[in-house]
T-cell receptor, first 109, second 114 residues
Framework: GQNIDQPTEMTATEGAIVQINCTYQTSGFNGLFWYQQHAGEAPTFLSY????GLEEKGRFSSFLSRSKGYSYLLLKELQMKDSASYLC??????????FGAGTTVTVRA | IAGITQAPTSQILAAGRRMTLRCTQDMRHNAMYWYRQDLGLGLRLIHY???????GKGEVPDGYSVSRANTDDFPLTLASAVPSQTSVYFCASSEKFTGADTQYFGPGTRLTVL
């Protein structure tokens, strides 16, 4: 089976930086996705990594190391609206997505 | 453009009843998916469809069936609901099943089986 681990909860202050780690052990690898999900809403796409390195998109960046089975999502200049769950998902050899349980980020004023 | 719509928004169902959750997309995406989301477990794939006319099993297919008669619709049926099927169900779609295509999610259906 697939194993994707990420912390359950993180708390940070408005304006700060938070790094959400994700480690994975899956049957093959065809890309890693990060999604944001606000309470009671659908997940929405944030980023995609398939090659090693950092992908930057505004305040959000995502990093991948395939040899270490590791990724992180970096959220900079935190805003209250960033309070949400962040889901790490890995696409396996069969192109199916397996999701981690999600990391709930709470931004405090 | 509506994207992906799901119906109903929520439903309370007696155990043993049959229930179909509806999912429609207007993006002409080839691939569609059904997930369930439970607290502490994250999203789990129930069934998927690469393209109209084909379906496949995901991680937790037991107790569920799907059909893909056309590109736009991908209904999920619970033949005889059980309390363990209480969950939030999300339908998703992507342009292709393979490649770097992002999956877009519908608003979800909250199902309670008593």
């Amino acid at each position: 089976g697939q194993n994707i681990d990420q912390p359950t909860e993180m708390t940070a202050t408005e304006g700060a930086i938070v790094q959400i780690n994700c480690t994975y052990q899956t049957s093959g690898f065809n890309g890693l996705f990060w999604y944001q999900q606000h309470a009671g809403e659908a997940p929405t796409f944030l980023s995609y990594n398939v090659l090693d390195g950092l992908e930057e998109k505004g305040r959000f960046s995502s990093f991948l190391s395939r040899s270490k089975g590791y990724s992180y999502l970096l959220l900079k200049e935190l805003q209250m609206k960033d309070s949400a769950s962040y889901l790490c998902a890995v696409r396996d050899n069969d192109y199916k997505l397996s999701f981690g349980a999600g990391t709930t980020v709470t931004v405090r004023a | 453009i509506a994207g992906i719509t799901q119906a109903p928004t929520s439903q309370i169902l007696a155990a043993g009843r049959r229930m179909t959750l509806r999912c429609t997309q207007d993006m002409r995406h080839n691939a569609m998916y059904w997930y369930r989301q439970d607290l502490g477990l994250g999203l789990r794939l129930i069934h998927y469809s690469n393209t109209a006319g084909t379906t496949g099993k995901g991680e937790v297919p037991d107790g569920y069936s799907v059909s893909r008669a056309n590109t736009d619709d991908f209904p999920l049926t619970l033949a005889s609901a059980v309390p363990s099927q209480t969950s939030v169900y999300f339908c998703a779609s992507s342009e292709k099943f393979t490649g770097a295509d992002t999956q877009y999610f519908g608003p979800g259906t909250r199902l309670t089986v008593l």
